[in-house]
């Protein structure tokens, strides 16, 4: 079955740029979202199909997707983006859903 | 507003069948580029896909899960519900249910419910 591979944790500074990295096998020939998940919230999506924004997200967030590297890039990062990211793709060839492991965005 | 709703049982017995409910408004389960996916995650872990049903009634399953899992709709009730046979400790997570808006391809998973936090335990 596909994987995408990511990071445990991830820490940054205010104001500075976070850059999550997603991997898996010929990643760039698919489709890739991106989840924000909070202490004790439900998951919310903030990439879909690689680079869209949905309404409500800042502008901060955005995304990449070639090769085999997805990427959820939070520029000017403030304490209220400390939360968990999931990477998340449908593999067509299994018919089904598949998540990255997650990575733990620290705000120092 | 699209929102979803997840209902069942908070604990079960080892061995018992999990039968876990999800009510969807906003949207019709028959609309063509509309589906429900089950998705959970144990305490402090990660994300885990279980399951999801198209608007044509075709369904997906976990390989790891699937000989455990059946998705099945009632879309006069607009309700999606899954259940799991022979549960285990292990199987205790928050339990989520999910729209997936399929769209030039693509399958978005927005919004999800709340989730349920099913322990088990005798």
């Known amino acids: 079955s596909y994987v995408l591979t990511q990071p445990p944790s991830l820490s940054v500074a205010p104001g500075q740029t976070a850059s999550i990295p997603c991997g898996g096998n010929n990643i760039g020939g698919k489709n890739v979202h991106w989840h924000q998940q909070k202490p004790g919230q439900a998951p919310v999506m903030v990439i879909y199909?690689?680079?869209e924004r949905p309404s409500g997200i800042p502008e901060r967030f955005s995304g990449s997707n070639s090769g085999n590297t997805a990427t959820l890039t939070i520029s000017r990062v403030e304490a209220g983006d400390e939360a968990d990211y999931y990477c998340q793709v449908w593999d067509g060839i299994s018919a089904q859903g598949v998540f990255g492991s997650g990575t733990t965005v620290t705000v120092l | 507003q699209v929102t979803l709703k997840e209902s069942g049982p908070v604990l079960v017995k080892p061995t018992e069948t999990l039968t876990l409910t999800c009510t969807v408004s906003g949207f019709s389960l028959t609309n063509s580029i509309m589906g429900v996916n089950w998705i959970r995650q144990p305490p402090g872990k990660a994300l885990e896909w279980l399951a999801h049903i198209f608007s044509n009634d075709e369904k997906s399953y976990s390989t790891s899960l699937k000989t455990r899992l059946t998705i099945s709709k009632d879309t006069s009730k607009s309700q999606v519900v899954l259940t799991m046979t022979n549960m285990d400790p292990v199987d205790t997570a928050t339990y989520f249910c999910a729209r997936m808006r399929w769209e030039s391809g693509s399958g978005k998973i927005d919004p999800w419910g709340q989730g349920i936090l099913v322990t088990v335990s005798s």
């Open positions: 199909d690689d680079s």
